[in-house]
């Protein structure tokens, strides 16, 4: 079975970075995608980025110009580097991938931006 093992979260106070990281083990193959997403208390959970195995890259609106995901297919990481953090940003990000027609989930890491 698939694990994916997020890292990376932490408090930071508005205007800081934050790079989250995400190994995926126990799996042969590559992802044809792999991105993140988020969840703020109350809300649903939504889409923050995602890059397929040809480095197309999605992203929300949001956080079009501050964050930028990247990833390692040889270590089958991806990778969320978000940079002038807003109060709003603070969520629980989620790892996703999804490999021949299956869908994995990390269990999440927290990110909390406040002074």
């Known amino acids: 079975q698939v694990q994916l093992v997020e890292s990376g979260g932490g408090l930071v106070q508005p205007g800081g970075s934050l790079r989250l990281s995400c190994a995926a083990s126990r799996s042969r193959f590559g992802f044809n995608a792999m991105g993140w997403y988020r969840q703020a208390p109350g809300n649903e959970r939504e889409l923050v980025a995602d890059?397929?195995?040809?480095?197309?890259?999605n992203y929300a609106d949001s956080v079009k110009g501050r964050f930028t995901i990247s990833r390692d297919n040889a270590k089958n990481t991806v990778y969320l580097q978000m940079n002038s953090l807003k109060p709003e940003d603070t969520a629980v990000y989620y790892c996703?991938?999804?490999?021949?027609?299956?869908?994995?989930w990390g269990k999440g890491t927290l990110v909390t931006v406040s002074s």
């Open positions: 890059i397929t195995s040809g480095d197309n890259t």
């Open positions: 996703n991938a999804k490999q021949f027609g299956m869908v994995y």
